[in-house]
């Protein structure tokens, strides 16, 4: 199973992108939970927002809500997030996740996906 993610770049405070991932060699990703997360220099790896199981419902941290939006397209095998008003404290590392066997109120928790990608990097400046 591989998890490749692509976008990212460098942007101006307030501006937008998307970052991608696509997943190859896993039959089940329709049903898996999906999920972002990121990391910044010298912090941990955060959750930023999560598609649960195939129920369609959305959750995201509280740091992205109402900027960000996750989206999902199982006929490609692909998870999306697309930032708005991205804000210098954006700046990150950015890894999708996926896992067919996490309960929902491990969400947020890195331990609960078995298949990452490899990370892109956003930078937001000033």
């Known amino acids: 199973v591989q998890l490749q993610a692509s976008g990212g770049g460098l942007v101006q405070t307030g501006g937008s992108l998307r970052v991608s991932c696509t997943a190859s060699?896993?039959?089940?990703?329709?049903?898996?939970?999906v999920a972002w997360f990121r990391q910044a220099p010298g912090k941990e790896r955060e959750f930023v927002a999560a598609?649960?199981?195939?129920?369609?419902?959305?959750y995201y941290s509280d740091s992205v809500k109402g900027r960000f939006t996750i989206s999902r397209d199982n006929a490609r095998s692909m998870m999306s997030l697309q930032m708005n008003s991205l804000k210098p404290e954006d700046t990150a590392v950015y890894y999708c996740?996926?896992?067919?066997?996490?309960?929902?109120?491990?969400?947020?928790?890195?331990?609960?996906?078995?298949?990452w990608g490899q990370g892109t990097q956003v930078t937001v400046s000033s």
């Open positions: 060699g896993r039959q089940s990703f329709s049903t898996d939970t």
């Open positions: 996740a996926a896992s067919g066997t996490v309960i929902m109120s491990s969400m947020t928790l890195t331990g609960s996906y078995s298949y």
């Open positions: 598609i649960f199981r195939n129920y369609g419902r959305k």
